[in-house]
């Protein structure tokens, strides 16, 4: 199996697309941590955590809702995605996601929290 780094989250992006929850969670180290950047709020820790955070998002889209990675980045460990969803509640949507892979899986992913940060 391939494990080089872009492979692997592309089989996981493949994998959220036909809502396959095992398969996503198969890419994922047991001890895996998703979180938002740049503050860091852990979104789920391990792979059951992984799993249920998916489960309970993934089931209630639409037929028609899509992941489409329109830029990728590959640097060593690191895969950085610019992921597009159609088929939302507002027909489009936009997330910026980095992966950290070793071994043929997923250690570590940050979302990047577009939202507006106040002045310091």
Not at 69 to 95: C, K, M, N, S, Y
Request: aromatic share 8%.
């Amino acid at each position: 199996m391939d494990t080089l780094p872009a492979t692997v989250v592309q089989r996981f992006v493949d994998a959220a697309n036909a809502r396959d929850i095992a398969a996503m969670a198969a890419l994922v180290a047991p001890g895996a941590i998703f979180a938002r950047f740049p503050d860091g709020r852990v979104i789920a820790q391990s792979r059951d955590s992984i799993r249920a955070f998916y489960a309970g998002r993934l089931p209630g889209r639409s037929s028609g809702y899509r992941i489409t990675v329109e830029r990728r980045i590959v640097e060593g460990h690191l895969v950085i995605d610019q992921e597009v969803f159609t088929g939302t509640p507002d027909e489009r949507g936009q997330a910026t996601w980095i992966y950290h892979v070793r071994q043929g899986l997923i250690e570590r992913a940050w979302v990047l929290d577009g939202r507006p940060q106040p002045a310091p």
